[in-house]
């Protein structure tokens, strides 16, 4: 499926191999004990990579620090990652690539300079990626997202086959398990996997029910699914926003979801948005201007509060955005 959509989807972004971060997981064969930090040439390596959109959910066992760049650039043992690092390094292998990116050991966490110098790419980094591997389910990252699917809450009838035998099928509403009821799941809560998963040329999400597969052309499709469905997916894509008629309608229901996540630094609330914004400026051929549209602009100026987020003191005093701007 992926193949296919990269030859034949043209919505979906490039056929030539994207740039490789800066640094990369090269995950090795399928059978190795071992993983290694990856420098690219620092003049351009172009090659397929995955990314990994995940829940830190406090300390991480292995990061890439100053001190151990160079031994991770050797070698990291497998059994040292935590499980969800675990999981994507045998997703990665599985579907045939050599390359993974992960925040935590794909930016130096204890040097400001390369911190600040990276996440200003991320936007960029995911949006390249061949695939996002999403895990919206795992608390924290020692949890991994490669486990046993739970069954869906179905409702069980017998029923009378053509055969004369008792069967059985099941009637749910989609709305208990599918892949719209992840508002309520960990990953959804946090501010910086929002862009993550809306840049996403292609998705894997590996939700608690089922394996879903989305991309630009297809939107969400549902990978090996037990159950017929009635009805449409209800998750528009970046492609659906990007040609919906009423912008600023759109735009607010981005803004409403991406104000009900978690901040763990609230100074991030401007930035943790701009890839977004940027893919749609030049979607909509329009200027973004602290949170408001550059032709609707009188009107992005009535926002109100209505997700009933409380306002924070340090953004109150921020001056990095102006005073009418839902930003502060
Ligand atoms: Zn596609």
């Not at 409403?256 to 996540?261: F, K």
């Amino acid at each position: 499926m992926i193949a296919q959509c990269c030859v034949q989807h043209t919505k979906c972004g490039p056929l030539q191999a994207p740039r490789l971060p800066t640094r990369v997981i090269d995950v090795h064969e399928r059978e190795s004990a071992t993983v290694h930090l990856h420098i690219s040439d620092p003049d351009g390596e172009f090659a397929d990579y995955l990314t990994l959109s995940y829940c830190w959910g406090g300390e991480q066992p292995i990061q890439t620090l100053r001190r151990n760049i160079q031994n991770l650039r050797n070698n990291i043992s497998l059994v040292e990652l935590p499980q969800t690092l675990q999981d994507a390094v045998q997703t990665t292998r599985l579907l045939g690539y050599r390359y993974l990116w992960v925040d935590v050991l794909c930016i130096v966490q204890d040097d400001p300079d390369d911190k600040s110098r990276e996440i200003a790419m991320m936007a960029e980094t995911y949006h390249n990626s061949t695939v996002t591997i999403v895990a919206p389910n795992s608390k924290t990252v020692n949890e991994g997202y490669l486990t046993q699917r739970k069954q869906p809450p179905f409702f069980r009838m017998p029923v009378i086959l053509p055969d004369g035998e008792v069967g059985e099928v099941g009637i749910g509403h989609p709305c208990q398990w599918a892949h719209f009821s992840w508002e309520l799941m960990p990953l959804s809560k946090k501010a910086w996997t929002f862009q993550e998963s809306l840049l996403a040329r292609r998705i894997i999400y590996y939700g608690p029910y089922e394996v879903l597969y989305c991309c630009q052309t297809l939107g969400f499709i549902r990978l090996l699914p037990s159950y017929i469905q009635y009805g449409d997916n209800e998750i528009a894509s970046l492609s659906d926003i990007c040609c919906s008629k009423d912008k600023l309608e759109c735009w607010s229901e981005i803004v409403r979801q991406y104000t009900l996540r978690h901040f763990t630094f609230p100074n991030d609330r401007p930035y943790a948005i701009v890839g977004i914004a940027s893919a749609l400026e030049e979607a909509w051929a329009q200027k973004y201007v602290f949170g408001a549209w550059s032709d609707r602009f009188l009107e992005v100026l009535t926002w109100f509060n209505v997700a009933g987020v409380p306002f924070h003191s340090s953004l109150q005093k921020s001056d990095r955005a102006p005073s009418w701007s839902g930003y502060q």
